[in-house]
């Protein structure tokens, strides 16, 4: 699943107030015994690792307690999410933060939480995340995170809508992408062929996750409706800093009990997402009337997201689905035409304040598909203008659905709650004690119409010609959802004997009714894990839990298995010296990523410096010099497969690869890097990014491309690892956690879990809790 991003606070921190007294509260802040809660009893204990324990008489005592200790933990990481989303960094951080809250302030993420709201308030999952903010709100009496004094302000009271706010936030950092903008400028300036080049819709790969035996890796061809519209290329910078992270992705997969040696299922998962300090998850374990069930959820979200109850468990990655479309206008007198008439766009001025300097006012502008980004010029004129519809900008159920996965006792009651997982679309895997397993893609799809008849969502639409009509969405209201894939044809299989979900495509498209997806993320992890799978089970050895900690630990990188023989058949006659020792290192290499290895490095360090040798120049030189070329390069799996004789190559595709591995041997050379481990270590940052906050380095193993997962270059990875076996009978289910589960940098559970995490090692998380009791939550008066 998700990913949420890292709050873009690195870089703005220069306006700490001077250490206080008061800052060090926190150090020694332990929690009081009791708590009066008006929901009635309940108790919160934490185990060894710093998880919470909650145990409740009634669903509404538990979320009151579940929020007090999310408050007691991640309180300013709420805050900071929250005020990211609600565009209002700039009043703590000062004017550097602007952009960022223009970006969100213009797309009115609030207004959309506001709506979603409005639609669950008065259904049991609104009860519970109003007893849920009231319990984050009890602990704001208690002395503050040392965030708060070091930025001299108090957070408001949390509200129920902030907390479909966070739900929002998780959503566009898995769906948000301007990808159609940039391939629209490079067709536009550069052709269509090269277009389709940097930015293929599908590439040429066998391991789609549901099998349809067709090879659809053909394109037909170069779009000609693309490259019609040239955008001003500081919007599409802009917005593009806003887009969810390139190649997020994670793992998961399910195995029935036919191939396992228990005869039960054993499902897997582990979402790769930004690694941040705190971490992106909340660990936590919910035992009540009706809910029973532990894993992980995100910070200021009451139920858990993925984990597991004592009927099943359950596991989530990015589908890769296409949410979002853009729309341009015919525009007269400040209107814009819509089919026949011009249209008022409906506008609200709205003020950023910023701290120590000028509070700046901001035109908010909608039309009928949603919010309108733009290039501002002096008086908030717009020099280019796009429309953004977004299926998170509309009311959603997607609470309710997660609220009763948890509470679900079979695969029948699954089914029933997905039907409400609105946003994202992600790909489900599921397995019960009963033997059932599942696969299947949430969330909503639109399918696009211009003049009744369906298209596809990869270009820009005229709006003012009505192409690309969503039938049913309401931005910022409540949507029929008429004009959507419906349920029962969204991609799924029931008891499949095992499959594996990586990020890749779904379905071949030949095969599937509905335009689905722009383009799925690079096939490397797909390819391994298919071939692990197929491999295992059509061996005599059964699944085991070891093999699934094997395979989620598993270093293979796909990219070098397929480009390496390359490098060294084309490099060997055109390099020397320390360069040519390099060719030498990778000669007996097995292509895992392991942080003693040598050869991992050198493959580690090559393939950016190819990328800038093969991309660089040219995109420079022939799109608009105010843009930064690395938002246009194309995905590794582009990269590695270019032909020889492609015009990316003038010099010839050896002389690129002579030149990347020169840069490599003066890189390695420079910081005395010897292995894989020098280079990649953990780099896991606290939005302030002061050493006091950070968490410790450490080496560890994986890339972007293998199983176990590690991005050095945008730090990020597999974000939580979980192995849940159905059957118990050798111990419970087990994780990983890439940190600690308290945001306080003075708790021994700061960053207790990293190094176990760094190192490959599982935790066991058993669906029950510890004897000590921290906090006994009685009853009283709000």
Same mark, same amino acid.
């Given at each position: 699943?998700?990913?949420?991003?890292?709050?873009p /606070?690195?870089g703005?921190?220069?306006?700490?107030a001077?250490?206080?007294?008061t800052?060090?509260?926190?150090?020694?802040?332990?929690?009081?015994?009791?708590?009066?809660?008006?929901?009635?009893s309940?108790?919160?204990? @934490?185990?060894?690792?710093?998880?919470?324990?909650v145990?409740?008489?009634?669903?509404?005592?538990l979320?009151?307690?579940?929020?007090?200790?999310?408050?007691?933990?991640?309180?300013?990481?709420?805050?900071l999410?929250r005020r990211?989303?609600?565009?209002?960094?700039s009043?703590?951080?000062?004017?550097?933060?602007?952009?960022?809250?223009?970006?969100?302030v213009?797309?009115?993420?609030?207004?959309?939480?506001?709506?979603?709201? %409005?639609?669950?308030r008065?259904?049991?999952?609104?009860?519970?995340?109003a007893?849920?903010?009231?319990?984050?709100?009890?602990?704001?009496?208690?002395?503050l995170?040392?965030?708060f004094?070091?930025?001299e @302000?108090?957070?408001?009271?949390?509200? *129920?809508v902030?907390?479909?706010?966070a739900?929002?936030?998780?959503?566009?950092?898995l769906?948000?992408?301007f990808?159609?903008?940039?391939?629209?400028?490079?067709a536009?300036?550069?052709g269509?062929?090269?277009?389709?080049? /940097?930015?293929?819709?599908?590439?040429?790969?066998?391991?789609?996750?549901?099998?349809?035996?067709?090879?659809?890796?053909?394109?037909g061809?170069?779009?000609?409706?693309?490259?019609?519209?040239?955008?001003?290329p500081?919007?599409?910078?802009?917005?593009?800093? $806003?887009?969810?992270?390139?190649?997020v992705?994670?793992n998961?997969w399910?195995?029935?009990?036919d191939?396992?040696?228990?005869g039960?299922?054993?499902?897997? %998962?582990?979402p790769?997402?930004t690694?941040?300090a705190p971490?992106?998850?909340?660990?936590?374990?919910?035992e009540?009337?009706?809910?029973?069930?532990?894993?992980?959820?995100?910070?200021?979200?009451p139920?858990?997201?993925?984990?597991e109850?004592?009927?099943?468990?359950w596991?989530?990655?990015?589908?890769?689905?296409?949410?979002?479309?853009?729309?341009?206008?015919?525009?007269?007198?400040?209107r814009?035409?819509?089919g026949?008439?011009?249209?008022?766009?409906d506008?609200?001025?709205?003020?950023?304040e910023?701290?120590?300097?000028?509070?700046?006012?901001?035109?908010v502008r909608?039309t009928v598909?949603?919010?309108?980004?733009?290039?501002?010029?002096?008086g908030?004129?717009?020099r280019?203008?796009?429309?953004?519809?977004?299926?998170? /900008?509309?009311?959603?159920?997607?609470?309710?659905?997660v609220?009763?996965?948890?509470?679900?006792?079979?695969?029948a009651?699954?089914?029933?709650?997905?039907?409400?997982f609105?946003?994202?679309?992600?790909? $489900?895997?599921?397995?019960?004690r009963?033997?059932?397993t599942l696969?299947?893609?949430?969330g909503?799809v639109?399918?696009?119409?211009t003049?009744?008849?369906p298209v596809?969502g990869n270009? =820009?639409?005229?709006?003012?010609?009505q192409?690309?009509?969503?039938?049913? $969405?309401?931005?910022?209201?409540?949507?029929t959802?008429?004009?959507?894939?419906?349920?029962?044809?969204?991609?799924?299989?029931?008891?499949?004997? @095992?499959?594996g979900?990586?990020?890749?495509?779904?379905?071949?498209d030949?095969?599937?009714?509905?335009y689905?997806?722009?383009?799925?993320?690079?096939?490397f992890?797909?390819?391994r894990?298919?071939?692990?799978?197929?491999?295992?089970?059509?061996?005599?050895?059964?699944?085991t839990?070891?093999?699934m900690?094997?395979?989620q630990?598993?270093?293979?990188?796909?990219r070098?298995?397929?480009?390496v023989?390359t490098?060294?058949?084309?490099g060997?006659?055109?390099v020397?010296?320390?360069?040519?020792?390099?060719l030498?290192?990778?000669?007996?290499w097995e292509?895992?990523?392991?942080?003693?290895?040598?050869?991992?490095?050198?493959?580690?360090r090559?393939?950016?410096?190819?990328r800038d040798?093969?991309?660089?120049?040219?995109?420079?030189?022939?799109?608009?010099s105010?843009?930064?070329?690395?938002?246009?390069y194309?995905?590794d799996? =582009?990269?590695i497969?270019?032909?020889?004789?492609?015009?990316?190559?003038?010099g010839g595709?050896?002389a690129?690869?002579?030149?990347?591995?020169?840069?490599?041997?003066?890189?390695?050379?420079? %910081?005395g890097?010897?292995?894989?481990?020098d280079y990649?270590?953990t780099?896991?940052?606290?939005?302030?990014?002061?050493?006091?906050?950070?968490?410790?380095?450490?080496?560890t193993?994986?890339s972007?491309?293998?199983l176990?997962?590690f991005?050095?270059?945008?730090?990020?990875?597999?974000?939580w690892?979980?192995?849940?076996p159905?059957d118990?009978?050798?111990?419970?289910?087990?994780?990983?956690? *890439?940190g600690?589960?308290?945001?306080?940098? $003075?708790?021994d559970?700061?960053?207790?879990?990293?190094?176990?995490?760094?190192?490959?090692?599982?935790?066991?998380?058993?669906?029950?809790?510890?004897d000590?009791?921290?906090?006994?939550?009685t009853?009283g008066?709000?």
């Amino acid at each position: 699943m998700v990913g949420a991003t890292a709050t873009p /606070l690195r870089g703005y921190l220069d306006r700490f107030a001077p250490f206080s007294g008061t800052v060090w509260d926190t150090v020694a802040d332990d929690l009081p015994e009791q708590v009066e809660s008006p929901y009635g009893s309940a108790t919160l204990s @934490y185990d060894d690792d710093g998880v919470p324990h909650v145990e409740a008489d009634s669903e509404e005592a538990l979320y009151f307690a579940a929020g007090y200790a999310q408050g007691a933990d991640r309180l300013f990481q709420m805050d900071l999410q929250r005020r990211q989303m609600r565009g209002q960094l700039s009043a703590i951080v000062g004017d550097r933060a602007l952009p960022s809250d223009r970006f969100h302030v213009k797309m009115d993420f609030a207004g959309a939480a506001a709506a979603s709201w %409005n639609l669950v308030r008065d259904s049991e999952s609104g009860q519970l995340t109003a007893a849920f903010a009231a319990g984050i709100n009890r602990h704001l009496d208690r002395p503050l995170p040392q965030e708060f004094d070091l930025l001299e @302000y108090e957070p408001e009271p949390w509200q *129920p809508v902030d907390t479909l706010l966070a739900s929002i936030q998780i959503a566009w950092g898995l769906t948000g992408s301007f990808r159609t903008l940039r391939k629209e400028t490079v067709a536009a300036e550069m052709g269509t062929d090269t277009a389709e080049t /940097l930015f293929p819709d599908r590439l040429d790969h066998d391991a789609t996750i549901l099998d349809h035996n067709d090879d659809s890796s053909e394109n037909g061809g170069p779009d000609a409706s693309i490259g019609q519209r040239r955008f001003d290329p500081e919007l599409t910078r802009w917005v593009s800093t $806003f887009e969810s992270p390139p190649d997020v992705g994670s793992n998961s997969w399910v195995v029935s009990g036919d191939h396992t040696r228990s005869g039960s299922p054993i499902v897997a %998962n582990d979402p790769h997402l930004t690694l941040m300090a705190p971490p992106v998850w909340y660990e936590m374990h919910l035992e009540g009337p009706e809910t029973h069930t532990r894993g992980v959820t995100f910070p200021g979200i009451p139920f858990v997201v993925i984990g597991e109850n004592e009927s099943g468990a359950w596991g989530l990655t990015n589908a890769g689905a296409d949410t979002i479309d853009f729309y341009e206008y015919e525009t007269q007198d400040g209107r814009y035409r819509y089919g026949e008439e011009f249209q008022e766009f409906d506008e609200e001025q709205r003020t950023i304040e910023v701290a120590d300097g000028r509070d700046r006012e901001v035109t908010v502008r909608k039309t009928v598909h949603g919010p309108v980004l733009g290039t501002e010029s002096d008086g908030d004129e717009l020099r280019s203008q796009v429309a953004v519809s977004w299926v998170g /900008l509309t009311a959603t159920r997607t609470s309710e659905a997660v609220l009763e996965l948890g509470r679900s006792g079979g695969i029948a009651d699954v089914q029933d709650a997905l039907r409400r997982f609105d946003i994202p679309t992600q790909n $489900f895997v599921y397995a019960d004690r009963d033997g059932n397993t599942l696969y299947r893609v949430t969330g909503k799809v639109p399918v696009r119409q211009t003049d009744g008849e369906p298209v596809p969502g990869n270009r =820009v639409f005229d709006g003012s010609d009505q192409e690309g009509e969503w039938p049913g $969405f309401v931005p910022y209201g409540e949507s029929t959802w008429d004009g959507f894939v419906p349920y029962e044809e969204m991609p799924h299989i029931v008891d499949p004997d @095992y499959i594996g979900t990586a990020n890749q495509r779904i379905v071949d498209d030949a095969d599937y009714p509905y335009y689905f997806a722009e383009a799925y993320s690079t096939p490397f992890r797909g390819i391994r894990l298919r071939n692990r799978l197929d491999d295992r089970v059509e061996s005599d050895r059964p699944v085991t839990r070891e093999f699934m900690r094997d395979l989620q630990r598993d270093t293979h990188d796909e990219r070098a298995a397929m480009f390496v023989p390359t490098m060294i058949k084309e490099g060997a006659d055109a390099v020397d010296g320390a360069t040519a020792d390099l060719l030498a290192d990778l000669e007996e290499w097995e292509y895992r990523m392991d942080r003693s290895s040598r050869a991992a490095l050198v493959f580690a360090r090559f393939l950016p410096h190819y990328r800038d040798v093969v991309f660089q120049s040219r995109l420079a030189e022939e799109l608009d010099s105010r843009r930064d070329p690395e938002e246009y390069y194309g995905n590794d799996w =582009v990269l590695i497969t270019l032909p020889p004789d492609s015009p990316w190559f003038p010099g010839g595709r050896s002389a690129a690869i002579a030149e990347a591995l020169d840069r490599t041997a003066r890189e390695l050379e420079e %910081n005395g890097w010897e292995t894989f481990g020098d280079y990649n270590t953990t780099a896991i940052d606290h939005p302030f990014d002061r050493e006091w906050l950070n968490y410790p380095r450490y080496a560890t193993d994986g890339s972007a491309a293998s199983l176990d997962n590690f991005r050095k270059e945008s730090e990020a990875g597999s974000s939580w690892r979980q192995i849940c076996p159905m059957d118990k009978s050798r111990g419970p289910s087990q994780g990983a956690f *890439p940190g600690g589960n308290d945001g306080s940098p $003075f708790s021994d559970h700061y960053a207790d879990q990293l190094r176990q995490w760094a190192d490959g090692e599982y935790k066991p998380i058993p669906l029950a809790a510890p004897d000590t009791t921290a906090v006994q939550f009685t009853e009283g008066d709000e």
